[in-house]
T-cell receptor, first 111, second 116 residues
Framework: QKEVEQDPGPLSVPEGAIVSLNCTYSNSAFQYFMWYRQYSRKGPELLMY????GNKEDGRFTAQVDKSSKYISLFIRDSQPSDSATYLC???????????FGTGTLLAVQP | GAVVSQHPSRVICKSGTSVKIECRSLDFQATTMFWYRQFPKQSLMLMAT?????????EQGVEKDKFLINHASLTLSTLTVTSAHPEDSSFYICSAAQLRPNTEAFFGQGTRLTVV
């Protein structure tokens, strides 16, 4: 079993739609949860960072963590064509400080 | 967020030559730097972790003699791909962080290496 599972997509939505991106993880020792956005041929850009269960909101983005289910989500409201990118979840914690990435979900927002 | 600069952004080299990639943290001291490799449409694969002033820790399956990592200062780490071959062609990305468990890691813009 992979430590982090993420549906690779691709996911195509119309402009203005609410997007839901999800990851599951296997090790309850993981404590920190991140979402990164990566445009083609660029490095990942940190979007959201949280370390507790519950919701964290930043503009159109909401990160949700459910530690009991080992499930993390990223919601994008009022999606825009500029949101088209690959979204990677990442977790860390436990014995090391390494980031473990999901495979990434390719999102396309159609104008 | 903090700025991590990676250079060059793109490099083409001949098979058998070596290539050096630099990763600099511009506005903070990075006690830890990570090097990743990313194949098309795949996620980031951690290659190695380097702490300033000590030897890098390589992930299983990564050849330490082929991918030389130096982290000589708190703002600079380098990855040298030695005797490059076409199968080494990939997107290499560094990230930098401070050595505390609840801190963020910031990524460079990546280097596209093509070995011909």
């Amino acid at each position: 079993q992979k430590e982090v599972e993420q549906d690779p997509g691709p996911l195509s939505v119309p402009e203005g739609a609410i997007v839901s991106l999800n990851c599951t993880y296997s090790n309850s020792a993981f404590q920190y949860f991140m979402w990164y956005r990566q445009y083609s041929r660029k490095g990942p850009e940190l979007l959201m960072y949280t370390y507790s269960s519950g919701n964290k909101e930043d503009g159109r983005f909401t990160a949700q963590v459910d530690k009991s289910s080992k499930y993390i989500s990223l919601f994008i409201r009022d999606s825009q064509p500029s949101d088209s990118a690959t979204y990677l979840c990442a977790i860390k914690g436990g014995a090391t400080n390494k980031l473990i990435f999901g495979t990434g979900t390719l999102l396309a927002v159609q104008p | 967020g903090a700025v991590v600069s990676q250079h060059p952004s793109r490099v083409i080299c001949k098979s058998g030559t070596s290539v050096k990639i630099e990763c600099r943290s511009l506005d903070f001291q990075a006690t830890t730097m990570f090097w990743y490799r990313q194949f098309p449409k795949q996620s980031l694969m951690l290659m190695a972790t380097s702490n300033e002033g000590s030897k890098a820790t390589y992930e299983q399956g990564v050849e330490k003699d082929k991918f030389l990592i130096n982290h000589a200062s708190l703002t600079l780490s380098t990855l040298t791909v030695t005797s490059a071959h076409p199968e080494d062609s990939s997107f290499y990305i560094c990230s930098a962080a401070q050595l505390r468990p609840n801190t963020e890691a910031f990524f460079g813009q990546g280097t596209r290496l093509t070995v011909v």
